[in-house]
């Protein structure tokens, strides 16, 4: 740049300098260095219509124009405001009550009221470990009084519009009043004579120990004093947030640091806890405060008593002249005991449930049910036949898929849908064997369906009745074919538009519904009533501060230290790191630990030993919980000094494929753990008063996940098991855990592809902290017997909202999608479908086709593998080189039926495994006669050619040139030859006159010469 020097001699032996490798490829657009960290104040809002707010926690001012009230907005997280981590109560991070009163004072600027008259905080505003939460900062009319509101309000900044505001604060402003005239405090005075100093020394690391943490921002409190009732303090800011306080009315960590001091004074005995936990006192309402002064970076304070639980605040700068002062702020006690990581009211980022949304009824009419053509499998147990009949549609019933696979090959349309119902008899083994057996068919059924090429266009929809709880009067749930939705959900990620669900209660109503639900093209929904119902994700609430006691109680009661847990798959990753929370979280002391491999498991020594340095004590077993005869022994030795109060199962296996790829044997392996175990423990435990009873399932079963089919249908069992015993009023909860990051146990098999596949989708991996957090939230609800701990990126879900039909259905409830259609081609990105991508390639070469087709190939490589370009994706290499498996192939293919409209079989990366191979596969099925006739005729003769060659010495031999097959096909040749010099006109020595004259090494050499032997 002209004008600068820069020594680089200087630069690069500057003390900690180190040399760095530069990448390694030129103008490759990859971002090497670190992300320039966010400002704290509003961005250009000016081009938003919006002027800035002019202050570090609000980002824009808006006046109303239909009144004279204004509307403040903010965005406040720990990436974008740091400090404030350093202000929280256990381990939730809590904006700071000095702040709310800044925020109130900003807004009582920008309407010439100088006074907060009053401002109560309502509930505690909690800030989410990442992402961000959305401010409101409302300031309402002036009233004939001169007073005006101020509310301030908050949301997750995930939440999709129409989501509640949670209001944390409300209040008055009120213009200047005698009590806010200033008066000097003198700095000769200063401290008061007579007055005894406390000890400051080890405040913050008391408080510490007690949960109640603060830190470098808010260890401001320097000394402080007491005199008769009054407290004095001095307090600064640290050297950082001082280049801040210039931006701020009264930095809140400044005048939090202030309100410290009441906690070195003996708090109250009515404060007193019952262990004698030490206390903060927090603000909770104020009354009369006025800020005399702005940009303070030091202050000396006094502090008075003015009522019960409430001090009057007199704050100066340090040469004593006022900078704020407080009629009156009631404080109230907070302990970390009163908080857990998300325990403040509102929603929980991290914490969901299955939420049946009701949808408006569909019209047969609208939906074209009338001319529909239906066809009914095997015996009509659940009595829908009748239903569809009524609907004037064509309706047929056969016995199984060969009957109507045949009827289909024999003349008759393909039907738009083909309904199943799963009715399974049992055949009196128990539910375990029940169970095997109906997802045994339920497999088969599936399988032979997507076998049926003859019925691609078709689609497969299998009924229950009872096997989701859809409603809360839904107590009795289908456990035998519950499953079936697990593993259903898996084969059609796998195989889109071929399958669907559908759960029917007793109405007939439901039933009169059932076509035109069908019709519709929901994927997956429950009947009730007569009114269709989906699944959704919806956040769970957080109990507000008040009702945290009661909360406590939740899905388990507390756990008594003196009781034994169980913990089954103590040994896996997830068994191993809940062990040592419950001990050290929970306080638990005896835990009975089992595996398969018990104390043969790799780390099992280790963990015993760990446990132990913590105070437990740990027992591990070899025992197969699927094994009843094993596990009636193992809970029979539980001494009686210390019964069994709680169980956890963790217990897994995991055995991955495609639908088409199971058998019941690997079905059977993934089930045991999960159905015949969880049975097990529910029923030798029935009798016992647990305190809690938590089964640890998985989101592949609730949202489905591609290869997971058997996994997806032992985890939806579960599910379904914790809601039959929460029917019974039986303890329980299952946990549909999203993905962890832990590394060890099942988690480990998870690639670097498998990981960005998902965050792809939105699901992001939950570190060890963040998963037993929600351990601990979770059983703080009181009445949901399933809930899903996931990690969800919210943006990475919007942006799948806005592709049509690409946001998984259970999401739908969490961001919003816009119900517009979207012009065909004139979105950003979009794909082709056949039709389009076959007139782009109308009328170029065969090279330029390939070509295209090549590169839209490889894009989609590039995307199902995460890879950085094309370039890293050779033409002709194998696509298992590249890192494919069976999941990612699914995806590829998946991708590509929508980049072409094109219904490719599953197996189209096997059959094709390389990129070219695959190019030439899709180009011969979207466009196969867009090439130039030349060509066209060219491949044509060059197949011909292979055929001549190909014959034997017996064959040739066979056909000798006075046999009539000889003189026949010679015909045939010269026939096409004569259209084809009709078509471009005589060349060479063979004419259309002379054609008959010609012999037939003529006819061939003439070939030859006019388009070559290949």
């Known amino acids: 740049v002209r004008g600068i020097r820069v020594d680089w001699q200087s630069f690069l032996t500057h003390e900690g300098a180190r040399r760095v490798d530069l990448p390694t490829y030129a103008f490759n657009r990859e971002r090497y260095w670190v992300e320039p960290a966010l400002t704290t104040g509003g961005a ?34 720990l990436r974008t405001h740091p400090w404030l981590a350093d202000h929280a109560v256990g381990d939730t991070v809590l904006l700071p009550g000095t702040a709310f009163v800044e925020l109130a004072v900003r807004a009582g600027d920008q ?82 004579a007579g007055a005894r100093e406390l000890p400051v020394e080890g405040h913050y690391e008391r408080l510490a120990q007690a949960g109640l943490s603060y830190g470098p921002a808010f260890q401001g409190l320097e000394k402080a004093w007491q005199l008769g009732d009054a407290v004095y303090a001095e307090v600064r800011l640290p050297e950082e947030q001082q280049a801040e306080a210039g931006a701020y009315g009264l930095h809140p960590a400044l005048l939090d640091a202030a309100l410290q001091a009441l906690a070195l004074t003996p708090a109250p005995a009515e404060d007193a806890t019952a262990e004698d936990e030490p206390q903060s006192r927090r603000p909770f309402a104020w009354s009369g405060f006025t800020l005399h002064a702005a940009c303070a970076s030091a202050l000396r304070v006094r502090l008075t008593p003015a009522g019960p639980d409430a001090v009057s605040l007199k704050v100066a700068d340090s040469a004593g002249e006022p900078v704020a002062s407080v009629d009156s702020l009631v404080l109230r ?38 001319g529909s053509n239906w066809a009914v499998l095997g015996d009509d147990l659940l009595k829908f036949g009748p239903a569809l009949e009524r609907t004037g549609a064509a309706l047929q019933f056969y016995a199984d898929l060969d009957a109507l696979g045949a009827a289909v090959a024999a003349g008759r349309p393909v039907p738009d849908a083909v309904l199943a119902a799963c009715a399974f008899e049992s055949a009196g083994d128990g539910l375990v064997a029940d169970v095997h057996t109906a997802t045994h068919r339920a497999l088969a059924l599936v399988q032979e369906w997507l076998a049926e090429d003859r019925l691609a ?136 630990l089992t595996s398969r491999r018990g104390p043969d498991a790799p780390g099992a020594d280790e963990l015993i030993a760990e446990l132990g340095a913590l105070g437990a004590h740990a027992e591990l077993v070899a025992c197969d919980a699927a094994d009843r005869d094993a596990l009636t022994a193992l809970l029979a030795a539980v001494p009686a000094e210390h019964p069994l109060t709680a169980v956890v199962h963790t217990a897994a296996v995991l055995d991955d ?42 989101a592949a079963g609730t949202l489905g996940g591609a290869g997971l089919g058997s996994y997806g249908a032992a985890n939806v069992f579960q599910d379904a098991l914790a809601r039959h015993r929460h029917a019974r009023g039986l ?33 992001l991996p939950m570190t060890a902290e963040q998963g037993l957090a929600l351990f601990d939230a979770a059983l703080t609800v009181t009445d949901e017997p399933v809930l899903v701990p996931m990690h969800l990126d919210l943006k990475a879900l919007r942006a799948l909202a806005a592709v049509p039909d690409a946001l998984p259905a259970a999401f739908r409830g969490l961001v919003r999608t816009s119900a517009r259609r979207v012009v065909q081609g ?68 998946n991708r590509l039926n929508e980049a072409t409209g094109l219904r490719l079989p599953a197996t189209l990366v096997f059959d094709h495994p390389t990129p070219a191979l695959l190019a030439e596969y899709l180009l011969a099925e979207v466009a196969p006669d867009s090439r130039p006739a030349a060509s066209r005729l060219t491949d044509e003769l060059d197949q011909l050619e292979a055929v001549l060659a190909s014959l034997s010495p017996d064959d040739r031999a066979a056909v000798a040139p006075d046999d009539a097959a000889h003189a026949q096909i010679a015909a045939r040749l010269q026939t096409l030859l004569a259209s084809w010099n009709a078509v471009g006109g005589a060349d060479g020595s063979v004419d259309a006159g002379g054609i008959d004259d010609a012999t037939d090494d003529e006819i061939f050499d003439y070939i030859d010469k006019r388009f070559g032997k290949g």
Not at 351 to 356: K, N, Q
Not at 663 to 687: I, W
Request: one cysteine or more.
């Open 826 to 893: 004139t979105r950003t990105g979009e794909q082709p479908e056949a039709d389009g991508l076959a007139r782009k390639l109308s009328g170029r070469s065969a090279a330029e086709q390939q070509r295209q087709v090549l590169d839209l190939v490889r894009d989609h490589v590039v995307a199902v593998l995460g890879y950085t370009s094309v370039d890293l994706v050779g033409a002709g290499q194998a696509f298992r080189e590249l890192g494919f498996d069976s999941l990612t192939a699914v995806e590829l293919r």
């Open 44 to 77: 250009d809002v000016a081009s938003a219509g919006l002027a800035s707010a002019e202050h570090p926690l609000l980002g824009a001012a808006v006046e109303l124009p239909d009144s004279d009230g204004y509307l403040f907005t903010g965005r406040l997280s």
């Open 657 to 698: 494929g495609v639908i088409g790829a199971l058998t019941p044997e690997r079905v059977d392996r993934v089930l045991c753990p999960k159905v015949d175990a969880a049975v097990n423990l529910h029923e030798l435990t029935a009798h016992l008063d647990l305190a809690a009873f938590v089964l640890f399932s998985a």
């Open 731 to 763: 303890t329980a909860v299952s946990l549909v855990w999203g993905l962890w990051a832990e590394r060890r146990g099942m988690a480990g098999r998870l690639s670097e592809v498998d990981l960005a596949r998902s965050a792809r989708g939105g699901v």
């Open 457 to 592: 266009a078709s689609r497969l929809v299998l009924v229950t009745s009872g096997a989701v709880a859809a409603g809360r009067e839904d107590r009795e749930i289908d456990l035998v074919h519950a499953p079936i939705w697990g593993l259903v959900r898996a084969a059609r990620l796998e195989n889109e538009d071929r399958l669907a669900l559908v759960d029917l209660d007793d109405d007939e109503e439901s039933r009169r519904l059932l076509p035109a639900a069908i019709a519709a093209g929901e994927a997956e929904f429950a009947l009730r009533a007569g009114a269709v119902h989906v699944p959704r994700l919806a956040r769970v609430a957080r109990p507000a501060e008040d009702d945290h006691a009661s909360a406590q109680q939740g899905t388990s009661r507390a756990w008594d230290p003196e009781g034994t847990v169980l913990i089954t798959g103590a040994t896996g990753g997830l068994g191993a790191l809940l062990a040592r929370h419950l001990v050290t979280e929970r306080g638990v002391r005896h835990l009975l």
């Open 333 to 370: 006690p907070v302990s970390a005991g009163q908080f857990s990581r998300g325990s403040a009211a509102g929603q929980h980022d991290s914490l969901f449930r299955v939420e049946w949304t009701q949808l408006p009824s569909p019209s047969p009419a609208a939906n074209g049910v009338k």
């Open 111 to 192: 309407v010439d009221c100088g006074v907060v008259e009053e401002l109560t905080l309502e509930v505690p505003l909690a800030l989410p470990e990442e992402g961000a939460l959305q401010l409101r900062l409302v300031v309402g009319d002036q009233d004939h009084c001169g007073r005006r509101s101020v509310n301030l309000y908050a949301r997750p900044e995930e939440s999709r519009t129409g989501e509640p505001w949670t209001r944390h604060a409300s209040g008055t402003l009120v213009g200047s009043t005698a009590s806010a005239m200033a008066t000097p405090v003198d700095p000769a005075s200063w401290p008061p």
